[in-house]
């Protein structure tokens, strides 16, 4: 077993209490934004799909890195945008008792 | 003093990116403060991956910042798709972070091979096999969503077994490469089972049961991810993807909960057998039917009306022609507010999305507890493209398939008012006995056109 197995399954249960909790408090209203963010957030995945294309230590690695640099990429910047276009158009009542 | 090396900069870095993930969550708590939760997220995301340029591992740049512009170029149309296509545009998102975290587990493996550890191995199967089921099962999905692929439920006797066969077969492989890593034929193998095994996970599910699909297959993408991040010994990874995959797994409880259903039957119980049996139970008994001169009438008269609308809202396009009957609704001192199912639409969270489009102000949305505490008080509630989550079977017949379902209590309001095509049983093939009761008045027709004569009648009438 690596050392940094220890160290990666203490991140792992620690990171996913914290998202327990966190997530629980989520407005029921945004339930569709929230997916669109965590895979968004997910999509940090490019960050090791640029450093195994970046390494290019065999031709393979190089092309499925590169391809899954455009695959991770495109959610990253497709998941913030359509987030935030989502958030934009919940709007409170305009108060305007008279 | 020494200056920090560069590696533990880069490890700063990351760890800012991730407390800027979790905050960014955090603030989804409300619509007030979620906007601030997206920048937080991007300005992580960002410093994640400025951070990565600077790792002295990376040695070419120009094919990667390529991929970056190919990667910008095919997300942008992605994030500007229309509200409807949302739960089709999330599916096809699942499949491109599966894919991803496959590859880099299959890139992985090949740079390693055959001198992989046992212990490596299992965690690049693990990876692998979970990543590969997500892919496909979510390009089906998007493909059921988008309607190319038929939303029925396609079963054939035996299917489960066939399936877990299938599952058992990609867990054979994996467990023979983990004890004999000079086998490196049989990786593409495996891989090949558990692209195999995704789409057979995902077809015999029908498309009402695409909220805890989806939910699930997003929880299969976040754990593809943490375990790219243990193959990869990276931490930010773990992070994303335990986020990711407890978002995921919370939404699908939600989602099994609002059904009454347990995952095992959502994934292999397939309400396919169900429909062929309830549908032929169906009496002829009589309905009131009504024109839009009639519920106008009802509509006008009402201090309180509450709207519950369903996927078929979504299918006709309709929320816009319901934010008109809320305006004059409004305007003529009739309270109006939403009733939102937890499985209303195709995803979670559909419905709120759809109407807040339609700029419904969203403190007029209420979720099922809220709602069902307010139709003893209501004078109409308005039945909108929604069927089974209304169905007053879950409560009574114990026969039913769906009883025991939280429903939304519409039938507890003075006057029940349903858009419909026609009386044929909704997605689940189940009879409505709503629709009978003598409080009941069925509008027929399309939603749409239906709620414009309605909104039409109740303009009209003011003017006259």
Known sequence: ?98 | MNPLPLSTLIDFAYLIAIVLFILALRWLSSPATARRGVLAGEIGAALAVVATFANPEVVTYKWILIALLAGAIIGIPLGLVPMTAVPQRTALSHAFGALSAALIGIAEYYVRAPHVTKFGMTEISMEVIIGGLSFTGSLIAAGKLQEILPQRPITYRGQNIVSLSVLGAAVLLALLLIFHPGYTELFPVMVAVSLLFGVMLVTPIGGADMPTVISLLNSYVGLSAALLGFVLNNKVLIVAGALDGSSGFILSVIMCKAMNRSFINVMFGAFGQVQASAETAQETRPVHSATAEDAAAILGAASSVIIAPGYGMAVAQAQHKVRELFDVLTKRGVEVKFAIHPVAGRMPGHMNVLLAEADIPYDKLLDMEAANSEFSQADVALVIGANDVTNPAARTERGSPIYGMPILDVDKARTVMVIKRSLNPGFAGIDNPLYYLDKTLMLFGDAKTFVGDIVHELAGGNAS
Do not use: C, W
């Not at chain 1, 998202?19 to 209203?29: A, H, N, P, T, Y």
């Open chain 1, 1 to 98: 077993m690596p050392t940094h197995f220890i160290s990666s399954i203490y991140v792992f249960v620690l990171a996913g209490f914290i998202g327990f909790e966190v997530i629980k408090q989520v407005s029921r209203l945004l339930h569709t934004p929230l997916m669109a963010l965590t895979n968004a957030l997910d999509a940090v995945v490019v960050v090791a799909a640029i450093i195994i294309a970046g390494r290019a230590e065999t031709p393979l690695s190089a092309v499925l890195g590169i391809i899954a640099v455009v695959a991770s990429f495109s959610n990253m910047v497709g998941g913030f945008l359509i987030t935030d276009r989502m958030l934009r158009m919940f709007k409170l009542s305009k108060q305007k008792k008279s």
